[in-house]
Structures are given as structure tokens and as C-alpha cells.
């Protein structure tokens, strides 16, 4: 095994290169200033890179990743860069990104095993276990298993919402508005979930409509073979 990685300095450097003959100062720009309006909560799978697939910028938009797009209220790393990105970015939109095909979703989905990521994943066998009546009244596995990354999305939105962060800047008035998508791999496209939330009492109403509409849709899949 090569233990040099040239390949992607070279490539690197072509990117740099390709970025500042395209825009003249783009780096110098982008080093004066972070604005972005958006923060991207997303999985960390490799195929999901936030700035390409919404055709943005370096400096457009605040990531955060981790497996399955899992936000907890114990985990201080999603809310510190939430609370970063509310209060010092001043972003105005927030968008939980799930995708079809999420090995950690599939892994809560079939009780796999993979490792110390097990304890990581029991967020979304809680999700799970909550529609599981639902769930199991499919019998197509791919089926399930897009379902329970649309669920996994409004769960996890649902406590974006329901963090201090957030819910302060709600507040005092900041705009802040919560949104649920799901990427799909097969087409690069994103789906609105309708999961889309720009304050505290409209948390519980947005939440339902969106579950709402995820299980309908599924129903009718399961029903006629077609959404």
C-alpha cells in the first residue's frame, strides 16, 4: 500500500488553480469573510458532499456530519455548531439532510453489527422502534428502508427544533427556519420532506403534516405498487 498521497495534492492544487481562473481573488475573498446562510446537517458518507450537490461555493454553507444524520441533545458537537452558526454566522435556514441508501440506516434497520458505531446507531433504532407497527406492515425491504430514512430525517429535525439553541433564537426573534430533505444517490436529486418549521409553535403542526404525508405516500406505494 502507497503510503504517499501525491494524487491528491496534484489535485489540489489543479482545483486551486481551475477555482482562481474561473474567479479572479475567490481565496482572497473567502478569507476576509464567513456569511453563509445555510447550515447543511448531513451523513458522512462520501457521496453526500453538501456545497456540490446544492451547486454552492466554498464559504456558502456550514456543514455538519456524522453517521445517518443523527441530532441528539447529548451530543455537544452537533449543538455547538449549531449554536455557532445561529449565533455567530447569523445563518437563516438549517436543512436535515438524510439519503437514501444510508448504510446506518440500513444497519438500525437489520440489527447489523458494525462495531462502536452500534451505540451511535441506537438513535435511529429508536426511530425504528416508534413507526415499528408501520413499518413492518411492509413487506418490500428497500421499501422500509427508504421510508426509514424519510422518518429518521423528521425525527432529527424534530430535535433540531426542539434544542435550547434553536429554540432560543426563536426566542428573541431570531429567523431561523428548520428544514427536512433526503438526497436521493441514484438521481442527485433532493426531496422536500415538508418538514419546514420557522418557529416554536409551529413545531408540533409542521411535524405531523410531514409524518403525515410520509405515510400516506408509503401507503399508497405499498397499495398500488406506484407513489
Known amino acids: 500500500m502507497s503510503t504517499n ?30 456569511a453563509p446562510q445555510y447550515l447543511w446537517i448531513g451523513c458522512a458518507d462520501s457521496r453526500v458532499p453538501a456545497n456540490e450537490i ?5 464559504g456558502d454553507v456550514f456543514v455538519h456530519r456524522n453517521v445517518a444524520n443523527v441530532v441528539v441533545h447529548s451530543d455537544l458537537n452537533a449543538l455547538s455548531v449549531i449554536q455557532f452558526a445561529i449565533d455567530m454566522l447569523k445563518v437563516q435556514h438549517i436543512m436535515v439532510v438524510g439519503h437514501y441508501g444510508c448504510g446506518g440506516v440500513r444497519a438500525a434497520m437489520m440489527g447489523l453489527r458494525i462495531g462502536l458505531a452500534d451505540n451511535w446507531i441506537r ?47 426563536w426566542a428573541r426573534g431570531q429567523s431561523v ?22 418557529d416554536a409553535a409551529g413545531v408540533a403542526a409542521a411535524y405531523g403534516l410531514a409524518l403525515g404525508a410520509v405515510k400516506t405516500r408509503y401507503d399508497a406505494i405499498r397499495k398500488n405498487g406506484k407513489p
Request: charge should be negative; include cysteine.
Open 5 to 34: 498521497l501525491d494524487e491528491l495534492f496534484e489535485s489540489n492544487r489543479r482545483w486551486a488553480a481551475e477555482t482562481e481562473r474561473r474567479s479572479p481573488g475567490f481565496f482572497t475573498k473567502l478569507l476576509a469573510q464567513q
Open 54 to 58: 446544492l451547486g454552492l461555493l466554498p
Open 123 to 169: 438513535h435511529v433504532q429508536d426511530v425504528r422502534h416508534k413507526h415499528r407497527a408501520w413499518l413492518d406492515g411492509m413487506a418490500d425491504e428497500e421499501l422500509r428502508l427508504k421510508a426509514l430514512c424519510e422518518l429518521n430525517v423528521l425525527e432529527q429535525s424534530l430535535n433540531v427544533c426542539e434544542s435550547t439553541v434553536v429554540q432560543d433564537a
Open 177 to 198: 427556519v428548520v428544514h427536512g430533505w433526503v438526497y436521493g444517490l441514484h438521481n442527485g436529486l433532493i426531496e422536500d420532506l415538508r418538514m419546514t418549521v420557522a
